[in-house]
C-alpha cells in the first residue's frame, strides 16, 4: 500500500554570491516562492520549504494549491527524491513516477527504441518489464518506422509523443504531477488524456500541483494550500479553496 510521510521537513538553498543588491532583486523577480536569510557565514538562503508535517496514504489524491512560487514544485520534487531536505524526514512506501518533464532523461542522439529503454531505466523499471512493454509503447506513440531514427531527427510534438508514451507505461504507487499534461496534436491529445485518466484513477497515490480549481475539484479528494514554503491550510477542496480565495480577496481590498 502507498504512503507518504514529511516531519518537520525544510529545504534552503544558499545562494552563493548572493550578496550584491542587484542578484537579490533578480532573485525575487523570479518568484521562487522562499524567504531570503542570511547564514552565519552571511550566505543570502532561501528558505524554499517551512517545517512541513503531513502524511497521504492509499486511495488519496491531494491538490497542491497556492499561488506562484509558494512551493508546490519544490515540494514535489522533495517527494519524488530530486531534492533532499535540509531537515526533517521523508518516508514513502511504493514506487513513484514524476510528470514534471516527461522528456528527462532522453538522449537526443539515440533512436526512439534506445530512448524507451534509457527513459524507462530512469523511472526504475527493469529491463526485462522494458522488454515486455517496448510494442505497446511504440504502438501508442504512433510513430513506426521513426522509431529507429534518432530522436533529435523528431519535431517536438514527436518527442512528446515518445515521451509522454514511456512515462505513462506502467501504473505507478505515486504518481507526482506539475499541472495537467497536454500531450501533442489535437488528433492524438484524446488518446493521451483518456491514457492519463486511466493512470490517475488506478495508481495508489496522486498529488497534483496545479493553478486549476476545477482540475484540483474534479480529481482529488484532499488539498493542501502553500504559501512561503509553509502548509498554511489543508481539507477538502472546498475547504481549502475557500480560504485561498478569501486570501485573494482580502489582498484585492488591501
Same mark, same amino acid.
Given at each position: 500500500m502507498a504512503r507518504i510521510a514529511l516531519e518537520n521537513v525544510s529545504l534552503d538553498f544558499p545562494l552563493f554570491g548572493a550578496g550584491s543588491r542587484s542578484l537579490k532583486k533578480a532573485f525575487m523577480r523570479l518568484g521562487t516562492g522562499g524567504r531570503l536569510a542570511r547564514d552565519s @557565514? %552571511?550566505?543570502v538562503v532561501v528558505k524554499a520549504l517551512r517545517e512541513l508535517s =503531513?502524511? /497521504? /496514504?492509499?486511495?488519496?489524491? /491531494?491538490g497542491l494549491v497556492g499561488p506562484n512560487g509558494a512551493?508546490?514544485?519544490?515540494l514535489l520534487r522533495v517527494l519524488a527524491g530530486i531534492y533532499e531536505p535540509t531537515q526533517g524526514l521523508v518516508e514513502s512506501e511504493g514506487r513513484p513516477v514524476a510528470l514534471f518533464d516527461p522528456s528527462l532523461g532522453m538522449d537526443m542522439e539515440a533512436t526512439g527504441y534506445e530512448n524507451i529503454m534509457l527513459r524507462g531505466l530512469l523511472m526504475g523499471l527493469s529491463r526485462p518489464e522494458l522488454r515486455e512493454k517496448t $510494442? %505497446?509503447? $511504440? $504502438? =501508442?506513440t504512433e510513430l513506426g518506422e521513426y522509431l529507429a531514427m534518432? /530522436?533529435?531527427?523528431?519535431?517536438?510534438g514527436m518527442l512528446l509523443r515518445l515521451a509522454f508514451a514511456v512515462s505513462t507505461s506502467f501504473v505507478p504507487d505515486i504518481l507526482l504531477m506539475d499541472e495537467w499534461i497536454g500531450a501533442g496534436d489535437a488528433r492524438f491529445l484524446?488518446? @493521451?488524456?483518456e491514457r492519463l485518466h486511466g493512470m490517475v484513477e488506478e495508481s495508489g497515490i496522486l498529488i497534483l500541483a496545479s493553478h486549476s480549481e476545477e482540475i484540483i475539484r474534479r480529481l482529488c479528494n484532499? @488539498? =493542501? +494550500? +502553500?504559501e512561503g514554503g509553509r502548509l498554511i491550510a489543508a481539507g477538502t477542496p472546498e475547504e481549502v479553496f475557500a480560504v485561498y480565495n478569501d486570501q485573494g480577496r482580502a489582498h484585492?481590498? =488591501?
Open positions: @557565514a %552571511d550566505t =503531513f502524511t /497521504v /496514504v492509499h486511495g488519496e489524491r /491531494v512551493g508546490k514544485s519544490t $510494442a %505497446d509503447i $511504440a $504502438a =501508442f534518432p /530522436v533529435r531527427t523528431y519535431s517536438s484524446d488518446k @493521451a488524456q484532499r @488539498a =493542501f +494550500l +502553500l484585492e481590498g =488591501f
